[in-house]
């Protein structure tokens, strides 16, 4: 494989990462030619550097749209443009975690996380110099040497948020990533990944059913309704950063936190109706 050389990528580069998302509808046909619409007239635009949760009950889209986002789904109607360019399949400028992990079974964690280096072509001592810059960054580099089985949940995790940044995307999609952890996990993980996102300033639009993780976390939530998926309220968090476990104690956070209860509930009830 040919290796260029690049320069050194401080760990606060500012990437651009404008996410415009305009009359998006997506359909599915089942076997029976019938034509099931999942979201439909979805429009939003995510600031460069901003943190978005989607937030919404089973099933109502949440997954689709970040997957449409990715790439991974075309829509049926509308489009989505990232940096103004339209997205029409997945690509380097998107980082994805998904909710199981998604490291490669047979690599090291430091091959993992070196994976998209190495597929750009970057030269062996910059991808060594790099990688281990990054997991230091999440407390993994005495587990470089480990396969991922042998990683519990929140290292899995730590690896993937790490294999995914290092490539500089311009946008990080993650798809209820702590989900799966267990709940003082997930708070540590939640505090760090708000730290590396003060650090990194990528734009992440993160998908949640989660209230607390949607208020601890979000500068905005975009809370989705059901039949079709749509956006229902897009609720600005004005909470101070930087924010900790601990504030989700305090009154601002519990009436924030009631405010979107409240708008969510109604839509919960009507996905069980069906
Ligand atoms: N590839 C597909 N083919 C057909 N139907 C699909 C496909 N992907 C999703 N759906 C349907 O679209 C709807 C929305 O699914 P989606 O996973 O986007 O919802 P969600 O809000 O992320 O749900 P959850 O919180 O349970 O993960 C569901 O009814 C699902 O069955």
Redesign the pocket.
Known sequence: MQEIAVESQPLTQLTYGLVEVQDLSVC?T?KSQNI?T?VDKINFTVEPGSFVCLL?P???????VLNTIAGFIKPTKGKILVDEQAVTKPGADRGFVFQQYSLLPWKTVFQNVEFGLRIKGIAKAKRQELVAEYLNRVGLYNRRDSFPHQLSGGMKQRASIVRALINSPSVLLMD?PFSALDAQTRHMMQELLMEIWQDFKTTVIF?T?DIEEAVLLGDRILV?GVNP?HIKEDIAIDLKRPRHIDDTLTPEFIQISRQVLATIREETLKSMEC
């Open positions: 599915f089942d099931n999942v919404g089973s099933g109502c889209g949440k997954s689709t209820e998908v059913h989705m998926g």
